[in-house]
Each structure stands twice: as C-alpha cells, then as structure tokens.
C-alpha cells in the first residue's frame, strides 16, 4: 500500500510513497500530512477469529492488512518490544469499572503512558529501516509530557539515530520532565523551551518544512523525521488497540459479535481519537467516539459547532497537561478521509493564516456522525478521582476527563471503554490533591509515596529511581534558538 498527501501533490514530491518512505521522510506537499491511499477493510470475522489471539498477533496481522513495506523479520521484532511490558501477554488490558464501564489502561509500558504502546515498535521499525539504508537520520520530537519520555526510551543509542526532544518548561508534571531530563543516551537531547507544547509543535513543523535546516543537516549526511504523531509510523500503531478493546469484551462475553460499542479517548492531538476512527472504517463496530477535553477545549468547540478558531486564545496550563493543546494536528487526517484534498488545504491554510476555519453545516454534520465531544475542568477531574477511588479505582487526571463524556455523551445502553492514557504515577501531587480533597502543594516524591503507602498503589521501580538519577538535560533556551541548538548537537555528536 502507497501513502499519499492530505493537501494535494505540488508536482514535486512524489504523488505516492510506500510506508518506508512515509515515515522516514514524514514531510509533504503544502505542509500537510501522510495518509494511507486507502483503509483496509477486514473481512467479517476478523475479530471473532482473533479472540483468542495475542496483542503481538493482532497487530501482526493489522500491519499485513495494510501491506506495509517492512521485512517481516523487522515487524515481528518491533512488536517483541511488547513482552518487555507488565504483561507480555496482555500488554493494555481492559479493565470493568461498572455494569456499562470497561477501562483500556495504555500505561503499562517502560514509560508509563500510552505513548508506549505506538513508539516502541514504531521506533524499533525506524531505526532498521535507517541502518539497513544506512543513512542517518535526526528525529524531531515534540512532547506535552508523554511522547518525549517514549521516543527517548526508544531510540536511545540506536545506531544512525539522533533525537532533539523539545517540552514546555513547566508544563509537563515533574515525573514526565526526569523522565526526559535524566535520560543519558549519547545520541538525545532534551530542550525545554520558554513557551507551551503549541510553540513546540509548531517549531517542528517549521523545521520539518525548512529547506535550509534539511540543507544544513545534509552537510553533515543526515536526514530528517519525527516522532510525534505528524509522522503515520505513530498513528499505524494506534489503530491496533482500538480493534483489542473490542476483541477484549468479546472475550470476556460483555459483549456478542456485532454489538457496538463507544470508544471514549481524552485528547490533546486527536492521535488517539483517530485512531479509533481508522478502526471504526476498517470494521470495528463502533456507535460513537467520545471526545473528552479539559479547558482547552478547542476540540469540542470544532466537534459541536464546526468552527476551529484559536484567535486570541491563550493556553491554559490544568492538571491534565498533556492535552494542553490548541492545535490539534491529526483533526486535518480525518477532514481529508470525510472531504478530500483540496477542502483540507483550504481549511487547515485558513487555520494556519487566519487561526479559524469555517465548516458548512452539512460538513459539521458529516463530522458528529462519528464524534461527539465535551470538556471539564479540574474540579470536575478532582472529584471523579476521588470517587473512583472509592471503589478501588485509581486513574490519573487525563483518564478522569472521560468521565464527562461517559456521562453526558453516551445516547444508547452500549458497552463504553474509556482509555486511560497514563498512570496515576505520572500526576501523583494532583492525584494525591483530588484523594485528600485539598489544595496542598505536594512534591512528586512525596505525593507518590504516600498514595503508594495510604492506596496500596503500585509504585513501578523504574518511577522510584528517577528521583535519584542525574539530570543531564539542563537547558531551557528561547524558541527562536532551537535550529541552532539541533544544529550544534548534531555537530558536537
């Protein structure tokens, strides 16, 4: 299968590209992105025939479906990444909460989050692809807490690779920024920025579509891509475990083969969100994807109304950091699957010029037939920690925000899976906050010692030894400094 461009072709890039090159080289024509020419659709038992399969076997298969130009050597070793997860045979289990209520925990990886689940083999895959070419490649990462810490697990010290991790100084938690700041491969750096994960984000993107950053790199025999989720590597993966909440409450007999369910996802970036949809055209009977958002609720607002408009808008920093965004980058792959090409350009031109675009109402319609969307605040979040606590249930503040969409959104008695996208561990003064019904300020050390201690809450090692780990990541430098930054990395390296 051919990947080509959510904005059209400029006649100068190839007009399709196979996966290999899609994710090696993720730039495109007008600044768009890279999507399958089309969606596999599985036959009809599909999923009944994979209940008894595992993880790495779903997804072995999901991969084939999508005809990837990967040797099968390399995927199967990309997907053997998973059995270094709690457990190798179910590494995202799916857990009942209520009668109607499952939870997809995602965090169960070497990170903590459900960054993990994509990066793991999507950078195991890269990195082959890159020594077995031998060419050298630069990765750009972009993080608003979760997909730095995993693209550094991931590509540390692999051969050929360098990565340049960019965070919002202060707005990640203190666990997500030592996960980062700590890691002591030779071939990571680590930059925070003074801005928020908006300005990240769009740094790379600039420098994605930098012709003089990708001629300065080429001096030095070094290629360009990225981690984040502009890259499908990333959104290939996250296709796969929509298709295992499905297949899990078949197994467990929650449900029969055809019931549909919803899908819940928080969201910052929609990564998630559209992966649920990809899963939904290739056969998953999905009723709804639910959209939870926090304050920053740019996705609802679009979701609702059809309206993407970010003027004046000022990021607000919540106890939910990691969907603190306003730009979301994957909503342009699923405006491109419901309306083609040139009405993708001309609506994400609009945002990137003007930072509103307009959707008809027939548009909009065509969008909340797939979606629907709400957002809560921190208070909202605090409290539904605290409840589901109550009855032995600890979630992080990200997993809390569905909540509001479980109980607002869901129209039908359907079987709902809400996706816990990290782990309490991550967020531990916030959880800690919403568990004693106060305001304190807590320390991470302390918060995750006394919610381990007083909760009899599982406290992962590998959590515990950041706080005595050596920070080798220090510098906060200002946006207008990245390039040279990289750039003198990538020399002094």
């Given at each position: 299968?051919?990947?080509?461009e959510?904005?059209?072709?400029d006649g100068?890039?190839?007009?399709?590209?196979p996966?290999?090159?899609?994710?090696?080289?993720?730039?495109?024509?007008?600044?768009?992105?890279?999507?399958?020419?089309?969606?596999?659709?599985?036959?009809?038992?599909?999923?009944?025939?994979?209940v008894?399969?595992s993880?790495?076997?779903?997804?072995?298969?999901?991969?084939?479906?999508?005809?990837?130009?990967?040797?099968?050597?390399?995927?199967?070793?990309?997907?053997?990444?998973?059995?270094?997860?709690?457990?190798?045979?179910?590494?995202?289990p799916?857990v009942?909460v209520?009668?109607d209520?499952?939870?997809?925990?995602?965090y169960?990886?070497?990170?903590?989050?459900?960054?993990d689940?994509?990066?793991?083999p999507?950078?195991?895959?890269?990195?082959?692809i890159?020594?077995?070419r031998?060419e050298k490649?630069?990765?750009?990462?972009?993080?608003?807490?979760?997909?730095?810490?995993a693209?550094?697990n991931?590509?540390?010290n692999?051969?050929n690779?360098q990565?340049?991790?960019?965070?919002?100084?202060g707005?990640?938690s203190?666990v997500?920024?030592?996960?980062?700041?700590?890691?002591?491969?030779k071939?990571?750096?680590?930059?925070?920025?003074?801005?928020?994960?908006?300005?990240?984000?769009?740094?790379?993107?600039?420098?994605?579509?930098?012709?003089?950053?990708?001629d300065?790199?080429?001096?030095?025999?070094?290629?360009l891509?990225?981690?984040?989720?502009?890259?499908?590597?990333?959104?290939?993966?996250?296709?796969?475990?929509?298709?295992?909440?499905y297949?899990?409450?078949?197994k467990q007999?929650?449900?029969?083969?055809?019931?549909?369910?919803?899908?819940?996802?928080?969201?910052?970036n929609?990564g998630n969100?559209?992966?649920?949809?990809?899963?939904?055209?290739?056969?998953?009977?999905?009723?709804?994807?639910?959209?939870?958002?926090?304050?920053?609720n740019?996705?609802?607002?679009?979701i609702n109304?059809?309206?993407?408009?970010?003027r004046?808008?000022?990021?607000?920093?919540?106890?939910?950091?990691?969907?603190?965004?306003?730009?979301?980058?994957?909503i342009?792959?699923?405006i491109?699957?419901?309306?083609?090409?040139?009405?993708?350009?001309?609506?994400?031109e609009?945002?990137?010029?003007e930072?509103i675009?307009?959707?008809?109402?027939?548009?909009?319609?065509?969008v909340q037939?797939y979606f629907?969307?709400?957002?809560?605040?921190?208070s909202?979040?605090?409290?539904?920690?605290k409840d589901?606590?109550?009855?032995?249930y600890?979630?992080?503040p990200?997993?809390?925000?569905?909540i509001?969409?479980y109980?607002?959104?869901?129209?039908k008695?359907?079987k709902?899976?809400?996706y816990?996208?990290?782990?309490?561990?991550?967020?531990?003064?916030?959880?800690?906050?919403?568990?004693?019904?106060?305001?304190?300020?807590y320390?991470d050390?302390?918060?995750?010692e006394?919610?381990?201690?007083?909760y009899?809450?599982?406290?992962?090692?590998?959590?515990?030894?950041?706080?005595?780990?050596?920070i080798?990541?220090?510098?906060?430098?200002?946006k207008?400094?990245?390039?040279?930054?990289?750039?003198?990395?990538?020399?002094?390296?």
């Amino acid at each position: 299968m051919n990947f080509i461009e959510t904005r059209g072709n400029d006649g100068i890039k190839p007009v399709e590209v196979p996966f290999s090159e899609a994710i090696l080289n993720p730039s495109t024509s007008f600044g768009g992105l890279y999507v399958p020419a089309y969606l596999p659709k599985l036959e009809d038992d599909f999923l009944v025939n994979h209940v008894n399969s595992s993880y790495k076997d779903l997804a072995y298969d999901i991969l084939k479906a999508f005809e990837i130009d990967i040797d099968e050597s390399e995927i199967n070793k990309a997907l053997d990444l998973y059995d270094n997860f709690d457990d190798a045979s179910n590494p995202c289990p799916v857990v009942k909460v209520k009668e109607d209520l499952f939870v997809h925990e995602q965090y169960h990886g070497p990170t903590r989050a459900f960054k993990d689940m994509a990066l793991q083999p999507f950078g195991s895959i890269l990195s082959s692809i890159a020594k077995k070419r031998d060419e050298k490649y630069l990765i750009l990462a972009a993080t608003s807490g979760d997909t730095g810490p995993a693209a550094l697990n991931t590509f540390k010290n692999k051969e050929n690779i360098q990565v340049a991790c960019l965070y919002p100084d202060g707005g990640t938690s203190d666990v997500q920024r030592l996960q980062m700041v700590c890691e002591d491969g030779k071939n990571l750096k680590v930059l925070g920025i003074e801005g928020n994960f908006d300005d990240a984000q769009n740094a790379l993107k600039q420098l994605l579509a930098s012709q003089s950053f990708k001629d300065e790199l080429k001096k030095d025999n070094i290629k360009l891509s990225a981690a984040n989720s502009v890259n499908f590597g990333r959104i290939i993966f996250q296709i796969i475990y929509h298709f295992w909440s499905y297949i899990q409450l078949l197994k467990q007999n929650e449900i029969v083969y055809g019931e549909k369910i919803y899908l819940v996802v928080p969201s910052g970036n929609f990564g998630n969100v559209l992966g649920g949809f990809y899963a939904q055209e290739m056969g998953v009977p999905i009723e709804k994807l639910l959209v939870a958002s926090n304050e920053n609720n740019i996705l609802t607002q679009w979701i609702n109304t059809g309206v993407y408009d970010i003027r004046g808008k000022e990021l607000k920093l919540t106890k939910s950091p990691a969907m603190d965004i306003l730009k979301s980058s994957n909503i342009e792959r699923v405006i491109f699957s419901l309306f083609g090409a040139q009405r993708t350009r001309e609506l994400m031109e609009n945002l990137n010029n003007e930072n509103i675009f307009t959707m008809s109402k027939n548009e909009t319609q065509i969008v909340q037939k797939y979606f629907s969307a709400v957002d809560s605040d921190d208070s909202f979040g605090l409290k539904i920690i605290k409840d589901f606590s109550l009855f032995g249930y600890l979630m992080d503040p990200h997993t809390a925000t569905c909540i509001k969409a479980y109980e607002n959104l869901k129209k039908k008695n359907l079987k709902c899976v809400i996706y816990s996208t990290a782990e309490w561990t991550k967020f531990s003064p916030t959880v800690l906050n919403a568990l004693n019904e106060n305001n304190e300020k807590y320390a991470d050390k302390e918060a995750l010692e006394e919610i381990s201690s007083n909760y009899k809450a599982f406290l992962p090692q590998s959590i515990k030894d950041l706080f005595n780990s050596k920070i080798n990541h220090s510098m906060v430098i200002k946006k207008d400094n990245i390039e040279s930054e990289i750039v003198k990395f990538i020399r002094e390296s």
